[in-house]
């Protein structure tokens, strides 16, 4: 899809909506509504997700995931409250996600419900629980 | 100079371990194997296992998760082992200085005898590094 096919097919679930070029797509969607965004996008055959980011921004956490809608690219970004980040999981629409959202768990402290594996991946075995290594708010060494 | 030293400065065996970096000086002592630049006109070998290995390259910042592994590896070569520190991770922690999982640099840890910089170093460099510590041998 090119970028104009792509907002036009998300049309009143995505705000913000920036194209650069015509191959790539940036917008945000409500933590409410973001899983249509994804059903219309499995929809339309869209089946990779080439991974997802998490931001501190301070005052709120930002997960931006990053579609690939061959050629275009979305980035699709949902932001959550710093005192309670919880979003649904996306494995069940796109299965290889799955490692993207244990990264965010351990790294950003953003609680994926119904997460399939959420045991911890990259952090060392004796790291603090609770510890979020990429917030802002933790003091590096 | 022993006997025992005699041979090992003819043959020594190395055992490369990246404790953490970015790999580019992991390629870069693994080129320093190939034949273009080819240690092994020195006599030395990589091996596999640290038991039986002499010198212990490490390349890359020394991590939390690694750290007990490392010192592992270094208590299982047996006497006399030296280390060498290859790239300015190994050193300083370079380019990862201060993230939360980087407890380096590696000679807080274990005594090095031979520091490389560079990031990553040419693998000339490494040779160079190697052939010094031989010298120490003698
Ligand atoms: S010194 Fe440079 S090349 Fe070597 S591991 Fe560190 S960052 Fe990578």
């Known amino acids: 899809m090119k970028a104009s096919e792509v907002i036009q097919l998300l049309e009143g679930l995505i705000e913000e909506v920036k194209t650069v070029g015509n191959r790539r797509v940036f917008a945000t969607a409500s933590k409410e509504r973001f899983r249509e965004v994804l059903q ?84 060392p075995d004796d790291w603090p629980e609770g510890v979020y290594p990429l917030r802002k708010e933790v003091k590096q060494p | 100079m022993g006997i025992a030293n005699f041979f090992r400065r003819k043959s020594p065996w190395l055992l490369h371990f990246d404790s953490g970096g970015c790999n580019g000086c992991s390629i870069e002592v693994v080129a320093a194997l190939t034949p273009r630049f080819d240690v092994e ?31 592992r590896i270094y208590e299982q070569m047996p006497e006399p082992k030296i280390v060498v520190a290859v790239g300015s991770c190994a050193i300083t922690n370079g380019a990862f200085d201060g993230c939360y999982n980087v407890v380096g640099p590696l000679d807080k840890h274990l005594p090095v005898r031979a520091y490389v910089p560079g990031c990553p170093p040419r693998p000339e460099a490494i040779i160079h590094g190697l052939m010094a510590v031989l010298e120490e041998l003698k």
């Open chain 2, 41 to 71: 006109r020195f006599g030395m070998l990589a091996k596999g296992s640290p038991r039986h290995a002499d010198i212990l390259v490490v390349t890359g910042p020394v991590t939390r998760q690694c750290l007990p592994r490392l010192k």
């Open chain 1, 40 to 123: 219309r996008l499995r929809e339309k055959e869209v089946r990779h997700v080439s991974t997802i980011s998490g931001v501190d921004r301070g005052s709120h956490i930002s997960v931006v995931y990053h579609f690939d809608c061959r050629p275009c690219l979305l980035n699709l970004r949902v932001d959550l409250p710093k005192d309670n980040p919880e979003i649904r999981t996306i494995t069940d629409l796109f299965p290889g996600a799955e490692i993207y959202e244990r990264d965010l768990m351990e790294m950003l402290g953003v609680k994926v419900s119904e997460h399939p594996d959420p045991r911890r991946f990259f952090l």
